[in-house]
T-cell receptor, first 121, second 107 residues
Framework: QVHLVQSAAGVKKPGDSVKVSCEASGYTFNKYGINWVRQAPGQGLEWMGWISGYNYNTNYAQKFQGRVTMTMDTSTRTAYMDFRGLRSDDTAIYYCARGGGAVPTVMSDYWGQGTPITVSS | DIQMTQSPSSLSASVGDRVTITCRASQGISNYLAWYRQKPGKSPELLIFDTYKLQSGVPSRFSGTGYGTDFTLTISGLQPEDVAIYYC?????????FGGGTKVEIK
């Protein structure tokens, strides 16, 4: 059974950084990638980017270039999303979702439970 | 970037009704289209991929059609557990954009 378990909720101040983790189980980790998707309060889904489980290539949405870094630790089967320079409008639930292994052009078939991040002074 | 537009933004229907949601891409995306359902307070779940293929465990009342720029999700016989927001997503190329969502309620 595929499971993606994310880190707990957090509260950050403007300008801070946050690192969200996503621990995977139930499948061959390096055959799939991880997409990161966020959802602001009462809003829709926004794709942030993808990291390959095959070769750690990344593809970030232009909006987040320079502020986001996605990594993977194969030894712990965990993906990470490091987000810097937080602003109040970054307040959202951040989801990881299983995606393509070698290329980003695959649907997300399993999702984590979400990590709420609140940015407030 | 290709934009995804869903309509309607919300709808209200009776149990047992046939419900149709439309998703339009600003450029052709072949059949690289997925539909997700997000129940209140929950994570999204994959319903349909490659335009029409049902994800394992998804009830057969859900179906998808389309190609290129115009796509539809149909629920044939709305059930109370279908109250949710439905999103389409393109994955022909990055960025993997989502539509704005369609909120489905029971009348």
């Amino acid at each position: 059974q595929v499971h993606l378990v994310q880190s707990a909720a957090g509260v950050k101040k403007p300008g801070d950084s946050v690192k969200v983790s996503c621990e995977a189980s139930g499948y061959t980790f390096n055959k799939y990638g991880i997409n990161w998707v966020r959802q602001a309060p009462g809003q829709g889904l926004e794709w942030m980017g993808w990291i390959s489980g095959y070769n750690y290539n990344t593809n970030y949405a232009q909006k987040f270039q320079g502020r986001v870094t996605m990594t993977m630790d194969t030894s712990t089967r965990t993906a990470y999303m490091d987000f810097r320079g937080l602003r109040s409008d970054d307040t959202a639930i951040y989801y990881c979702a299983r995606g393509g292994g070698a290329v980003p052009t695959v649907m997300s078939d399993y999702w984590g439970q979400g990590t709420p991040i609140t940015v407030s002074s | 970037d290709i934009q995804m537009t869903q309509s309607p933004s919300s709808l209200s229907a009776s149990v047992g009704d046939r419900v149709t949601i439309t998703c339009r891409a600003s450029q052709g995306i072949s059949n690289y289209l997925a539909w997700y359902r997000q129940k209140p307070g929950k994570s999204p779940e994959l319903l349909i991929f490659d335009t029409y293929k049902l994800q394992s465990g998804v009830p057969s009342r859900f179906s998808g059609t389309g190609y290129g720029t115009d796509f539809t999700l149909t629920i044939s016989g709305l059930q109370p557990e279908d109250v949710a927001i439905y999103y389409c997503q393109k994955y022909d190329s990055a960025p993997l954009s989502f539509g704005g969502g369609t909120k489905v309620e029971i009348k």
